[in-house]
């Protein structure tokens, strides 16, 4: 693991960010479990005689994943999300968690090659896998907290991965 005194690396899938990304994905495509609605075959069939295909039991009828964050939702336009997938804790986690930092202030100090290169590609990916939404972390990058941070969550996030999805802040008791 990158830091060996993070209370949570049992929780994670690794630090390749290859196989994580792959993980992730494979998750949220499981737990979305998209079907068609009720009477939608019918209600297709009425609109066009083209569309002659049979109903399709599987849950991953029409779902297609393509380099495009909001490709999959296009595959999935018409048919109904039966659980939301949330990527977290976007987009740098994985601190120290014990006295005198804790996860609540670290600020991970890493360079742009870093983010791109370890961080940043397994959360494309599995935002790309359709998720629903994106949670910030507790921490920052370089002196800046994840839930404030313009350049991740709206240069990145919007501008350059074209994420519609909902961007979640944690909420602090």
């Avoid at 994943?65 to 999300?81: F, M, P, T």
């Avoid at 996860?103 to 360079?111: D, G």
């Amino acid at each position: 693991m990158r830091h060996p005194f993070w209370g949570r690396n049992g929780e994670t899938y690794g630090e390749d960010p290859y196989l994580t990304g792959e993980l992730a994905a494979a998750f949220v495509r499981g737990l979305a479990g998209y079907r068609r609605p009720r009477g939608y075959y019918m209600l297709k069939q009425s609109q066009s005689s083209l569309d002659s295909h049979a109903p399709q039991d599987s849950i991953m009828d029409g779902m297609t994943v393509g380099d495009g964050i909001n490709e999959a939702r296009r595959g999935i336009s018409e048919q109904v999300l039966l659980a939301s997938a949330t990527c977290k804790h976007f987009a740098i986690h994985n601190g120290p968690e014990d006295y005198p930092v804790s996860r609540l202030s670290f600020q991970a100090n890493v360079t742009l090659t870093d983010v791109w290169l370890t961080y940043l590609p397994a959360f494309y990916k599995c935002l790309s896998a359709g998720a629903a939404g994106g949670m910030c972390a507790y921490s920052g990058i370089n002196g800046t907290p994840d839930c404030v941070n313009k350049w991740l969550l709206k240069d990145v996030l919007r501008k350059q991965w074209d994420f519609q999805g909902e961007s979640k802040g944690l909420s602090l008791k």
